[in-house]
């Protein structure tokens, strides 16, 4: 059974850093790219980061710069290092394999001004 429980998130001021990290389970992780997307209120969710198998990585405009997304093929982690945060990260963050319509609950990041 597919699983992705993602967590880390919280409240932070304006210009910090949180890291958030998924767990997966049941399926081949390191075979496939993964990615983080985010859901603002009243806004549809959104791509934030993906990264392939090798670790070649892709990013949002909005967060290129600021977030790095990183993996770990051993352990079947996926990670987003989010810094100089602002208060337009506020959002749901959910990571996803690619290709596939299942999400997992997502963490709330919410950034103070």
């Known amino acids: 059974q597919v699983r992705l429980v993602e967590s880390g998130g919280g409240l932070v001021q304006e210009g910090g850093s949180l890291r958030l990290s998924c767990a997966a389970s049941?399926?081949?992780?390191?075979?496939?790219?993964m990615t983080w997307y985010r859901q603002a209120p009243g806004k549809e969710r959104e791509l934030v980061a993906t990264?392939?198998?090798?670790?070649?990585?892709n990013y949002a405009p909005s967060v290129k710069g600021r977030f790095t997304i990183s993996r770990d093929n051993v352990k079947n982690m996926l990670y987003l290092q989010m810094n100089s945060l602002r208060p337009e990260d506020t959002a749901v963050y959910y990571c996803?394999?690619?290709?596939?319509?299942?999400w997992g609950a997502g963490t709330q990041v919410t950034v103070s001004s």
């Open positions: 996803k394999e690619v290709g596939t319509t299942l």
């Open positions: 049941g399926f081949s992780f390191r075979t496939v790219s």
């Open positions: 990264i392939t198998p090798g670790g070649s990585t």
